[in-house]
T-cell receptor
């Protein structure tokens, strides 16, 4: 059974800092890994998706890496801003036969202080 | 391009009642999946529908059911509501057949059971 863990559970940083969020998973037989952002009371916004054959993806100030063999992914946020405050979730999707069933981590609650 | 639309956004029910939630996927997306989010359990997979067929099912009791229509719109139903069913119910759609498998989520339906 796939298990996804995110560390730390909460993080508070001053504006402008670069930061790294961690995600680990127990079963390396994944199709892809997706990072999401969730604002309080809202749905999930997709940030980055990394295919199992890829090592990293970038979008603006965000960079996500994937090391499938070790079961780890990181989300790097450069020059953090107060608007980045949210909960960040990673989720893994099994190989295509598993459909679109995602297994989520518990999330990292990020607070960026002005 | 419209995103995933969920209705209603908020609803309050009493124990023993039943509820139906609706999800309209992104145009052209044929896969719709449902998730339950609670503070204690995090995000848990309920079920997935593809071309009107249930393709995957999570570990929820039979009180939770769903269906998908020919236009890919989906509904989920919870019968005999319990207090523990209070949660944010999220719907996601994806364009199967492409190699990314990226999921896009709606804003959710927040159910409160009194």
């Amino acid at each position: 059974k796939q298990e996804v863990t995110q560390i730390p559970a909460a993080l508070s940083v001053p504006e402008g800092e670069n930061l790294v969020l961690n995600c680990s998973f127990t079963d390396s037989a994944i199709y892809n890994l997706q990072w999401f952002r969730q604002d309080p009371g809202k749905g999930l916004t997709s940030l980055l998706l990394i295919q199992s054959s890829q090592r990293e993806q970038t979008s603006g100030r965000l960079n996500a890496s994937l090391d499938k063999s070790s079961g780890r992914s990181t989300l790097y946020i450069a020059a953090s801003q107060p608007g980045d405050s949210a909960t960040y979730l990673c989720a893994v999707r099994p190989v295509p036969e598993g459909g679109s069933r995602l297994t989520f981590g518990e999330g990292t609650q990020l607070t960026v202080n002005p | 391009k419209a995103g995933v639309t969920q209705t209603p956004r908020y609803l309050i029910k009493t124990r023993g009642q039943q509820v139906t939630l609706s999800c309209s996927p992104i145009s052209g997306h044929r896969s719709v999946s449902w998730y339950q989010q609670t503070p204690g359990q995090g995000l848990q997979f309920l079920f997935e529908y593809f071309s009107e067929t249930q393709r995957n099912k999570g570990n929820f009791p039979g009180r939770f059911s769903g269906r998908q229509f020919s236009n890919s719109r989906s509904e989920m139903n919870v019968s005999t509501l319990e207090l523990g069913d209070s949660a944010l119910y999220l719907c996601a759609s994806s364009l199967e057949g492409q190699n990314t498998g990226e999921l896009f989520f709606g804003e959710g339906s927040r159910l409160t059971v009194l």
